[in-house]
C-alpha cells in the first residue's frame, strides 16, 4: 500500500527516459518561434511593389458583418486585413527577410500595416497562438527541470497540450 502512494510523486522509468527527448523538442520549437519573431520584427525587410489580383470577404454568421478582407497579389503574395478594404490596387509591400510574411502595406494614399491581421502582425491570432505556446513551454521546462517528481498524467498533460498548441500555429501558419 505504501509503495502505490509512492507511485504518485516519483517519476517512473518512461518519465525518465523521455523527459530529456520532450525537453529538446520543446527547446528546438521555442527556437524557430523566436526565430520567427525576429525575421518578423527586427531583421531588415525587402519592399516591393505588387498589384492587387482579387479579394476575399470574410463575415460573421448570421449577421454577414464583414470581418476582415483576404488578398492576393500578382506577384503571388497573401494577406489579411481587419474590417477595412484596400481601394487602390496598385500596393507597396514589405517582406521579412527569411519566411517572406508580409510585414507592411502601403498604397500612395494611405499605410495599411496598423490593419494587417495575417502571420505574426499583432492583429493576427498567429502572434498570440504563438505567445501561448512560449507560455506553455516556459511552464513546460519548469516542471520537467524541477527537482520535485511529478506523476505521469502531468506528463501525459504536457506533451498533449504543448503539441495540441503546435499543430495550431502550424496550422495557422500555413493557413494564412
Same mark, same amino acid.
Given at each position: 500500500?505504501?509503495?502505490q502512494s509512492n507511485s504518485?510523486?516519483?517519476?517512473n522509468?518512461?518519465i525518465?527516459k523521455?523527459?530529456n527527448?520532450?525537453?529538446?523538442l520543446?527547446?528546438?520549437v +521555442? ?5 520567427a ?5 527586427v ?13 476575399s470577404?470574410?463575415t /460573421?454568421?448570421k ?9 492576393f497579389?500578382?506577384?503571388? !503574395? /497573401? ?6 478594404y ?6 507597396e509591400?514589405? /517582406?521579412?527577410?527569411l519566411?517572406?510574411s508580409?510585414?507592411d ?11 494587417l491581421?495575417?502571420s505574426? $502582425?499583432?492583429?493576427?491570432i498567429l !502572434?498570440?497562438f504563438?505567445?501561448v505556446?512560449? !507560455? $506553455?513551454i ?8 524541477s527537482?520535485?517528481?511529478? $506523476?505521469?498524467?502531468t506528463?501525459?498533460?504536457?506533451i ?12 495557422? +501558419?500555413?493557413?494564412?
Amino acid at each position: 500500500m505504501a509503495n502505490q502512494s509512492n507511485s504518485y510523486s516519483v517519476e517512473n522509468e518512461f518519465i525518465v527516459k523521455n523527459k530529456n527527448v520532450i525537453i529538446y523538442l520543446f527547446g528546438v520549437v +521555442t527556437f524557430f518561434i523566436l526565430i520567427a519573431f525576429i525575421d518578423y520584427y527586427v531583421l531588415p525587410v525587402s519592399k516591393t511593389t505588387d498589384l492587387i489580383t482579387h479579394y476575399s470577404v470574410q463575415t /460573421t454568421g448570421k449577421s454577414k458583418e464583414k470581418v476582415s478582407y483576404h488578398y492576393f497579389t500578382q506577384k503571388g !503574395f /497573401t494577406f489579411s486585413t481587419t474590417k477595412e478594404y484596400i481601394e487602390d490596387s496598385d500596393i507597396e509591400i514589405e /517582406t521579412s527577410l527569411l519566411f517572406k510574411s508580409i510585414t507592411d502595406v502601403k498604397s500612395k494614399t494611405r499605410n495599411y500595416t496598423n490593419l494587417l491581421s495575417s502571420s505574426l $502582425s499583432i492583429n493576427g491570432i498567429l !502572434f498570440y497562438f504563438c505567445l501561448v505556446l512560449l !507560455f $506553455s513551454i516556459a511552464i513546460s521546462l519548469k516542471i520537467l527541470l524541477s527537482e520535485k517528481g511529478f $506523476s505521469e498524467n502531468t506528463f501525459y498533460n504536457i506533451i498533449c497540450f504543448n503539441s495540441f498548441m503546435i499543430f495550431i500555429c502550424l496550422y495557422m +501558419t500555413c493557413l494564412f
